[in-house]
């Protein structure tokens, strides 16, 4: 069930991915599988969250978080946290802890697909809170982990939230190289609807938003 939501998800399935982490949520939690609970709990958190459903999504990373802690899940917890306080700042709260705790653990763990994440959702957080130039430095960091490893869904829908961070502030000629390398590589995955979304995003002219 696990590795089948996060195909679902990698493939934007989030219909399907949702209802497949949820079961493996519930099942786990039924039958004791803390590894489980753990996993499938960011599957389905993230998927929520980008879903714009960022109150569930807050529901299950919290839940996630908190067992993460009680089983001493040092590889899960940051990851689960990040998540979390993206989903929070979404809603406009404050969630415990910090990325940079969250970032520490997964460098000291040696985990770099963690590292990634965190550093994308720091990102997020960042540009919602109208800190663009710490937004665009996490989101080029996270770019280059993506890469390296290979990343390539995960890497194409980062460029859209980075080009969109930059669009928003008004660096258009900034956001552009990255917004057509993110529909090109979209549709190599064969992923031609979220392709024609970003195009359609470039086709029209962008909203700025002032930041004090």
Known sequence: LIAESMVRAAEGRLDLAVPLARECVDRAEETGASACVLASSWVLGDALHRLGRYADARDV???????????????????????????????????????????????????RVNEAGILSKRAETAARLGHIEAAVGDFAASAEILESLGLRPALARLLIGWGMTLRAAGRTADAEPLLLRSAAMLDELGLEREAQGVRTTLAIRPTTIAFD
Request: net charge negative.
């Open 61 to 111: 990373l919290r839940r996630g978080a908190d067992i993460a802690n009680v089983v001493d899940r040092r590889a899960w917890r940051p990851t689960l946290l990040a998540w979390l306080r993206t989903s929070a700042t979404a809603l406009g709260e404050v969630a415990d802890g910090t990325d940079e705790e969250s970032l520490a653990t997964a460098r000291e763990t040696g985990s």
